[in-house]
């Protein structure tokens, strides 16, 4: 599931592009510039981490469904609204949250505390 939705995002460069041939599926439009970075750039790179099994996917994820689905609302693309949250939904489930944990904040805030001490101590600072 967490594969499929990896795949569709990397390849969502592809849908970006046929758009601009005349098909119109979901948010992908040839008219719009933000869809230029939201597809060919932004798109790939969640799908990467999510293939990755990267810390931060499942976050990225969320992030990118919520625009989209934001995005659908505003041009009143349903299909993209209902796809968004057919996948936000889908990694609620346990195999999702066992394949890409979510965050947990007192980690990623004792890296953080880690990070500036370094950099209080580095010389020239």
């Given at each position: 599931m967490i594969t499929a939705l990896a795949l569709a995002l990397m390849g969502a460069?592809?849908?970006?592009?046929?758009?601009?041939?005349?098909?119109?599926?979901?948010?992908?439009?040839?008219d719009r510039p933000w869809n230029y970075v939201a597809y060919g750039l932004v798109a790939p790179y969640v799908g990467w981490l999510l293939w990755r099994r990267h810390p931060r996917a499942r976050f990225a994820a969320y992030v990118?469904?919520?625009?989209?689905?934001?995005?659908?609302?505003?041009?009143?693309?349903?299909?993209?609204?209902?796809?968004?949250v057919a996948w936000v939904a889908l990694l609620q489930l346990a195999a999702a949250r066992q394949y890409a944990p979510s965050?947990?904040?007192a980690e990623i805030r004792a890296r953080l505390c880690g990070y500036l001490g370094r950099l209080r101590r580095a010389p020239g600072a």
């Amino acid at each position: 599931m967490i594969t499929a939705l990896a795949l569709a995002l990397m390849g969502a460069p592809a849908l970006q592009a046929a758009s601009l041939a005349g098909l119109r599926v979901l948010n992908y439009a040839p008219d719009r510039p933000w869809n230029y970075v939201a597809y060919g750039l932004v798109a790939p790179y969640v799908g990467w981490l999510l293939w990755r099994r990267h810390p931060r996917a499942r976050f990225a994820a969320y992030v990118f469904l919520t625009h989209e689905s934001l995005r659908g609302l505003h041009f009143g693309r349903r299909d993209a609204v209902l796809l968004a949250v057919a996948w936000v939904a889908l990694l609620q489930l346990a195999a999702a949250r066992q394949y890409a944990p979510s965050l947990r904040p007192a980690e990623i805030r004792a890296r953080l505390c880690g990070y500036l001490g370094r950099l209080r101590r580095a010389p020239g600072a």
